[in-house]
């Protein structure tokens, strides 16, 4: 795209915005601070590098397709990262689940794993000025196969999944005090019933005795902050998740913890972003893992759709923005997964360049005033303006592909790198 093009675009976008009393200029300002968390598992299908390879199973989880390049390897999956911070602007974090340890080809239990595991991922993220956040694999394990992890009535497999994410959580404040940045570590499990169950709370009471066991031991919050998950349903456990809203929701006022929202774990017509605004009454901050799911949690590549502007716009009204940690969690194995990373990054930050683009304190004083037709057109009149001038200006200043342009060089990356990984 035309340098000279972009800058008179956003020349006449910051005039425009100027006159709502909007500054762009702090706008893009603003934006630099919103540092998105990068799935690993986008790039190899949530397969991980245990040995002997792992099948997907279990949780709800489930990638379809079987487009040429997965990553098969560590040094592939860097590579695909690597070229994936080449073609988004701003600094950006890694999100690294428990199976993508480095473990040199040797079979390392999952309640035996330690942080050497992961010293070349902290030594690559140095290299590259990257944030770790980390996730316990409570899935796709012989162990987990029943339903049940943490909450599970048998204990030999409760205790091994207890100590798997006491290790992780040791692993993560590790990687905190190396980098001197805080992992936020979240807890999923993929426990559940099928069909309806009986004992619902027996399973909650072992689940939240599990989670009281693991967070016993204690770690400098500069180096660790704990997060939960909760789930309406997957696969396999359609009519009964243990780790519930409400159970989390709970679990995390009381003891202090991050509540993490994915917003394709709830029904279809519940909006996550009308969530944030009653969580932050009552939790210091909250991890959101952004989606989008299609008629379930089906974790389809992030767009710039309603329910994203939505989440976006709840965090920067509320004057939220170091009280949330933002990453991405969907896995499309249909697509380019370089082009589903970049579609879905460019997508977050446009939904929060959008948020901070918007006349906040006008929209409120006529909704103090009652004036709602005033109000609504106002949010109407917002979304013909120019604010994709502004996000190819934030691109060209970062040094990056602008618009389009990112398309080519996902494509050349195609044919040079990944179409050879299948010769």
Known sequence: MNKELVKKAYAIAREQYAGLGIDTDKAIERLKDIRISLHCWQADDVGGFEKPDAALSGGGIQVTGNYPGKARNIPQLRQDIEKVLTLVPGRQRINLHAIYGDFQNQRVERDQIELSHFQSWIDWAKKFGLGIDFNPTCFSHPYADDGFTLSSKNEKRRTFWVEHVKRCREIAAGIGKQLNDPVVNNIWIPDGSKDIPVDRFTHRTILKRSLDEIFAIRYPEE?????????????????????????????AIKNNKLLCLDNGHFHPTEQVGDKISSILQYIDEILLHVTRGVRWDSDHVVTFNDELQLIAQ??????AINRVHIGLDYFDGSINRIGAYV?????????????????????KKLEEEGKNFERLAFLELLKTKPFGAVYDYYCLAGNVPVGEDYIAEIQKYETDVLNKRNL
Do not use: N, W
Request: charge should be negative.
């Open 223 to 251: 180096y660790l902050k704990d997060s939960v998950e909760c789930k309406l349903f997957g696969i396999g456990s359609e009519a009964m998740v243990v780790g519930s809203h409400e159970f989390y929701m709970g679990y």
């Open 343 to 363: 579609t879905g990054i460019r997508a977050a930050q446009l939904a929060f360049l959008f948020a901070f683009l918007e006349p906040t304190g006008i929209l």
């Open 314 to 319: 709840e965090i920067v009204r509320a004057e």
